[in-house]
């Protein structure tokens, strides 16, 4: 069984910073690509950024240049490293990973998510 816990989430002033974590753990056999995701309300879940085991990143353009994504491969962990932010960007924030887990014999990719991480940037 694999679990992804996130932590960091809160209550931040315009311009402050947060730093999001997340760590993947269980009966992994490797990990393909770690990200976070973003809901509003009445919005749709949306991509914040993400990177691959090969330490390739991606960012929604809404961020570029204000968030950066890092892992740590040795702990199977993401992190989100939130700088400037806005009011636009509370929300819930979901850590996802793309990989491989390993039951007995038997290897199965797949998507896993985690329970969500309150984000809220507010005067």
């Known amino acids: 069984q694999v679990q992804l816990v996130e932590s960091g989430g809160g209550l931040v002033q315009p311009g402050g910073s947060l730093r999001l974590s997340c760590a993947a753990s269980?009966?992994?056999?490797?990990?393909?690509?770690m990200g976070w995701y973003r809901q509003a309300p009445g919005k749709q879940r949306e991509l914040v950024a993400d990177i691959t085991s090969g330490g390739s990143t991606n960012y929604a353009d809404s961020v570029k240049g204000r968030f950066t994504i890092s892992r740590d491969t040795a702990k199977n962990t993401v992190y989100l490293q939130m700088n400037s932010l806005k009011p636009e960007d509370t929300a819930v924030y979901y850590c996802?990973?793309?990989?491989?887990?390993?039951?007995?014999?038997?290897?199965?990719?797949?998507?896993?998510w985690g329970q969500g991480t309150q984000v809220a940037v507010s005067s």
């Open positions: 996802n990973a793309d990989l491989v887990s390993r039951s007995g014999a038997y290897l199965r990719r797949g998507d896993y």
């Open positions: 269980g009966s992994i056999a490797s990990i393909y690509a």
